[in-house]
Protein backbone atom coordinates (compact mmCIF):
# COMPACT_ATOMS: atom_id res chain seq x y z
CA UNK A 1 0.00 0.00 0.00
CA UNK A 2 0.98 3.39 -0.97
CA UNK A 3 1.98 5.24 1.99
CA UNK A 4 1.33 9.10 1.53
CA UNK A 5 3.84 11.53 2.45
CA UNK A 6 2.93 14.09 4.95
CA UNK A 7 4.31 17.25 6.36
CA UNK A 8 4.34 15.54 9.86
CA UNK A 9 6.23 12.51 8.23
CA UNK A 10 8.88 14.87 6.03
CA UNK A 11 9.67 16.55 9.31
CA UNK A 12 9.98 14.04 11.63
CA UNK A 13 6.83 14.43 13.57
CA UNK A 14 5.45 10.99 12.36
CA UNK A 15 6.39 7.73 12.57
CA UNK A 16 3.07 5.95 11.52
CA UNK A 17 4.97 4.79 8.15
CA UNK A 18 7.40 3.30 10.11
CA UNK A 19 8.25 -0.92 11.25
CA UNK A 20 11.02 -1.84 13.24
CA UNK A 21 13.76 -3.30 11.26
CA UNK A 22 14.48 -7.25 11.55
CA UNK A 23 16.92 -7.76 14.61
CA UNK A 24 17.39 -4.38 15.27
CA UNK A 25 16.16 -2.13 17.36
CA UNK A 26 15.64 0.52 14.97
CA UNK A 27 12.88 1.87 13.12
CA UNK A 28 12.66 2.50 9.20
CA UNK A 29 10.15 3.59 6.48
CA UNK A 30 8.13 0.13 5.52
CA UNK A 31 9.36 0.45 2.01
CA UNK A 32 12.35 -0.07 2.87
CA UNK A 33 12.94 -3.07 5.10
CA UNK A 34 12.42 -5.76 1.96
CA UNK A 35 15.84 -3.60 -0.39
CA UNK A 36 17.73 -3.54 3.19
CA UNK A 37 17.09 -7.07 4.07
CA UNK A 38 18.28 -7.79 0.46
CA UNK A 39 21.24 -6.02 0.99
CA UNK A 40 22.12 -7.67 4.56
CA UNK A 41 21.53 -10.92 2.39
CA UNK A 42 24.78 -9.78 -0.04
CA UNK A 43 26.51 -9.19 3.03
CA UNK A 44 25.96 -12.35 4.24
CA UNK A 45 26.75 -14.17 1.83
CA UNK A 46 30.19 -12.08 1.69
CA UNK A 47 31.07 -12.89 5.38
CA UNK A 48 29.57 -10.05 6.76
CA UNK A 49 27.12 -9.01 9.14
CA UNK A 50 25.35 -6.01 7.95
CA UNK A 51 23.80 -4.19 10.97
CA UNK A 52 21.28 -0.62 11.44
CA UNK A 53 22.92 1.36 14.11
CA UNK A 54 20.73 3.85 13.67
CA UNK A 55 17.33 4.87 11.90
CA UNK A 56 14.07 6.78 12.15
CA UNK A 57 15.08 9.95 14.36
CA UNK A 58 12.58 12.36 15.59
CA UNK A 59 12.50 16.14 15.16
CA UNK A 60 12.03 15.86 19.03
CA UNK A 61 15.17 13.03 19.82
CA UNK A 62 17.13 15.58 16.67
CA UNK A 63 16.14 18.94 18.70
CA UNK A 64 17.54 17.03 21.97
CA UNK A 65 20.45 16.38 20.43
CA UNK A 66 21.17 19.74 19.21
CA UNK A 67 20.48 22.40 22.42
CA UNK A 68 23.00 19.51 24.06
CA UNK A 69 25.84 20.32 22.05
CA UNK A 70 24.54 24.14 22.15
CA UNK A 71 24.41 23.82 25.72
CA UNK A 72 28.18 21.79 26.10
CA UNK A 73 26.15 18.83 27.35
CA UNK A 74 27.16 16.94 24.27
CA UNK A 75 30.62 17.08 22.49
CA UNK A 76 31.17 19.42 19.50
CA UNK A 77 33.69 17.62 16.84
CA UNK A 78 36.33 19.30 14.09
CA UNK A 79 36.43 18.09 10.87
CA UNK A 80 38.55 15.11 12.42
CA UNK A 81 35.73 14.07 14.81
CA UNK A 82 37.87 15.66 17.89
CA UNK A 83 36.37 17.85 20.52
CA UNK A 84 36.28 21.04 19.85
CA UNK A 85 36.70 23.59 23.10
CA UNK A 86 33.31 25.50 22.14
CA UNK A 87 34.48 28.34 24.49
CA UNK A 88 36.63 29.68 21.68
CA UNK A 89 34.07 29.72 18.99
CA UNK A 90 31.33 32.44 18.21
CA UNK A 91 27.64 31.79 18.14
CA UNK A 92 27.98 31.49 14.45
CA UNK A 93 31.47 28.87 14.82
CA UNK A 94 29.38 27.49 16.48
CA UNK A 95 26.41 26.50 14.80
CA UNK A 96 28.86 25.82 11.33
CA UNK A 97 30.89 22.91 14.02
CA UNK A 98 27.32 21.36 15.14
CA UNK A 99 26.26 21.07 11.56
CA UNK A 100 29.15 19.39 10.34
CA UNK A 101 28.06 16.10 12.52
CA UNK A 102 24.61 17.02 13.59
CA UNK A 103 21.53 18.08 10.98
CA UNK A 104 19.46 20.20 11.98
CA UNK A 105 16.30 19.45 13.12
CA UNK A 106 13.48 19.43 10.70
CA UNK A 107 16.05 19.07 8.48
CA UNK A 108 17.56 15.44 9.15
CA UNK A 109 17.59 12.69 6.31
CA UNK A 110 16.85 10.34 9.53
CA UNK A 111 13.51 11.77 10.11
CA UNK A 112 12.05 10.41 6.53
CA UNK A 113 12.78 6.57 7.54
CA UNK A 114 14.84 6.04 4.65
CA UNK A 115 18.59 6.68 5.74
CA UNK A 116 20.32 5.01 8.59
CA UNK A 117 23.87 4.02 9.59
CA UNK A 118 25.49 0.93 9.05
CA UNK A 119 27.99 -1.11 10.95
CA UNK A 120 29.23 -4.69 10.30
CA UNK A 121 28.04 -6.53 13.81
CA UNK A 122 30.54 -9.42 13.00
CA UNK A 123 34.14 -7.49 12.54
CA UNK A 124 32.89 -5.63 16.33
CA UNK A 125 35.34 -6.68 18.74
CA UNK A 126 34.53 -7.54 22.16
CA UNK A 127 33.75 -4.58 24.35
CA UNK A 128 34.58 -2.43 21.76
CA UNK A 129 32.55 0.74 21.45
CA UNK A 130 30.87 1.76 17.98
CA UNK A 131 32.13 5.44 17.45
CA UNK A 132 30.97 5.45 13.73
CA UNK A 133 33.98 7.57 12.51
CA UNK A 134 35.76 7.69 9.15
CA UNK A 135 38.36 5.86 10.71
CA UNK A 136 36.96 2.89 11.70
CA UNK A 137 35.68 2.81 7.60
CA UNK A 138 39.44 3.24 6.30
CA UNK A 139 42.51 0.93 5.90
CA UNK A 140 43.11 -0.31 9.32
CA UNK A 141 40.45 0.47 10.95
CA UNK A 142 37.92 -2.00 12.61
CA UNK A 143 35.61 -2.27 9.78
CA UNK A 144 38.08 -1.77 6.98
CA UNK A 145 37.36 -5.41 5.05
CA UNK A 146 33.92 -4.81 5.51
CA UNK A 147 33.96 -1.07 3.41
CA UNK A 148 36.73 -2.70 0.99
CA UNK A 149 33.38 -5.20 -0.45
CA UNK A 150 31.24 -2.60 0.36
CA UNK A 151 32.16 0.35 -1.28
CA UNK A 152 32.79 -0.75 -4.60
CA UNK A 153 29.25 -2.72 -4.88
CA UNK A 154 27.46 0.99 -3.72
CA UNK A 155 29.78 2.78 -5.67
CA UNK A 156 28.89 0.43 -8.93
CA UNK A 157 24.88 0.68 -8.24
CA UNK A 158 24.61 -2.63 -6.87
CA UNK A 159 23.61 -2.26 -3.38
CA UNK A 160 19.58 -2.69 -3.77
CA UNK A 161 19.01 1.36 -4.94
CA UNK A 162 21.14 1.83 -2.01
CA UNK A 163 23.55 5.14 -1.88
CA UNK A 164 25.52 7.53 0.18
CA UNK A 165 24.79 11.17 0.53
CA UNK A 166 27.74 11.86 2.51
CA UNK A 167 30.30 10.33 0.25
CA UNK A 168 32.29 13.67 -0.40
CA UNK A 169 32.58 16.38 1.82
CA UNK A 170 32.01 19.55 0.08
CA UNK A 171 32.87 21.86 2.99
CA UNK A 172 28.85 21.79 4.97
CA UNK A 173 28.52 17.72 6.25
CA UNK A 174 31.25 15.66 6.97
CA UNK A 175 31.98 12.37 5.06
CA UNK A 176 29.56 9.52 6.37
CA UNK A 177 30.64 6.31 4.63
CA UNK A 178 28.09 4.82 7.04
CA UNK A 179 25.64 6.82 6.66
CA UNK A 180 22.74 4.59 3.80
CA UNK A 181 19.97 6.32 2.10
CA UNK A 182 17.14 4.15 -0.06
CA UNK A 183 17.28 6.45 -3.17
CA UNK A 184 13.49 5.75 -4.52
CA UNK A 185 12.06 7.45 -1.80
CA UNK A 186 14.77 9.80 -0.70
CA UNK A 187 14.74 11.59 -3.64
CA UNK A 188 10.38 11.96 -3.24
CA UNK A 189 11.60 13.42 0.28
CA UNK A 190 14.03 15.73 -1.07
CA UNK A 191 11.36 17.04 -3.35
CA UNK A 192 9.10 18.12 -1.08
CA UNK A 193 11.46 19.95 0.83
CA UNK A 194 11.95 23.74 0.60
CA UNK A 195 13.65 26.48 2.37
CA UNK A 196 10.51 28.25 3.26
CA UNK A 197 8.71 25.09 5.30
CA UNK A 198 11.97 24.50 7.04
CA UNK A 199 11.73 28.18 8.21
CA UNK A 200 8.77 27.38 9.66
CA UNK A 201 9.39 24.08 11.68
CA UNK A 202 12.52 26.22 12.81
CA UNK A 203 10.34 29.19 14.03
CA UNK A 204 8.17 26.94 15.76
CA UNK A 205 10.52 24.11 17.38
CA UNK A 206 12.23 24.78 21.00
CA UNK A 207 15.99 24.73 19.41
CA UNK A 208 18.46 27.15 20.55
CA UNK A 209 19.94 29.91 18.65
CA UNK A 210 17.17 29.34 16.00
CA UNK A 211 17.26 33.22 15.60
CA UNK A 212 20.65 32.68 14.11
CA UNK A 213 19.56 30.02 12.16
CA UNK A 214 16.83 31.88 10.57
CA UNK A 215 19.23 34.39 10.04
CA UNK A 216 21.70 32.09 8.21
CA UNK A 217 19.19 29.41 6.80
CA UNK A 218 19.72 30.40 2.92
CA UNK A 219 23.72 29.28 3.47
CA UNK A 220 22.53 26.55 5.68
CA UNK A 221 20.13 25.15 3.45
CA UNK A 222 22.83 24.86 0.71
CA UNK A 223 25.69 23.24 2.45
CA UNK A 224 24.11 21.48 4.99
CA UNK A 225 20.40 20.78 4.18
CA UNK A 226 21.39 20.66 0.24
CA UNK A 227 24.54 19.55 1.16
CA UNK A 228 26.53 21.11 -2.21
CA UNK A 229 29.23 23.41 -2.70
CA UNK A 230 28.39 26.78 -1.50
Not at 19 to 25: A, F
Not at 57 to 68: C, F, P
Not at 191 to 219: G, R
Request: net charge negative.
Amino acid sequence: MMIKMTRQILFGFDHSHLCVVPGSSAWLHKDVIAPLSALCAKASEAGFDLVVASGFRSVEKQTDIWNGKVRGERPVLNSDGQPIDTRKLTDWELLQAILRWSALPGASRHHWGTDFDIYDKRCLPAGYRLQLTVEECEPGGVFAAFYEWFSPLIDSDQANGFFRPYAIDYGGVSREPWHLSYRPLADEFCAALSIDALAEIVEQSEMLYKDLVLKKLPEIYQCYVLNRPS
